[in-house]
């Protein structure tokens, strides 16, 4: 292999404990915007895929991402993962900012669906998301990913199932 070619990249990250316990205390909107605002660190995902919530209000999350060259798969554009990712993190925090605090959610179903190819010439995309439905047990939402002219890449819907937090588990 040609090292002329090679690239390095280096990620670190915060223990994503702190935040998790942290939602034992806060309802899911207080706690999306204490991270907004850096009082608690970005999820590990978010460090690895350089991703970042940029907006959140009660039923609403609003992502953002600069695809670059370590999103690219071996076909020369972004890797469909990267819009999943964007997408379930956007749909779930949506979820979330309904929850209070005790209640947690997982995705038990994300339909995607890729509508063109992200690449570095793409610039700058959003992934907005809204709650469609938080219940007790289960919770539907929508989402769409978006460059600054307002075209298409991905859409998607979740289903998440809703439950109480284990404190054990959480190290408290």
Not at 17 to 45: F, Q
Not at 96 to 114: D, K, R
Not at 138 to 157: N, P, V, W
């Amino acid at each position: 292999m040609d090292t002329l070619l090679e690239r390095t990249r280096t990620v670190t990250w915060h223990d994503p404990m702190v935040t998790a316990r942290a939602a034992l205390e806060m309802n899911g909107l207080d706690l999306l915007r204490a991270m907004i605002r850096g009082e608690y660190p970005r999820p590990p995902i978010a460090e690895l895929l350089d991703f970042q919530l940029l907006e959140v209000d009660e039923g609403r999350a609003v992502f953002g991402v600069e695809p670059a060259e370590f999103h690219y798969n071996p076909i020369g554009v972004v890797h469909g993962g990267l819009a999943c990712t964007l997408l379930d993190s956007a749909l779930g925090c949506a979820v979330q900012s309904q929850l209070p605090s005790g209640l947690a959610y997982t995705t038990i179903q994300l339909n995607v669906n890729l509508v063109r190819a992200l690449t570095l010439e793409t610039g700058f995309v959003r992934c907005e998301a809204q709650a469609v439905h938080v219940g007790r047990q289960m919770a539907t939402a929508e989402a769409r990913i978006t460059d600054s002219r307002g075209k298409l890449y991905a859409h998607a819907t979740t289903t998440c199932l809703v439950f109480p937090v284990a404190q054990k588990r959480m190290g408290s």
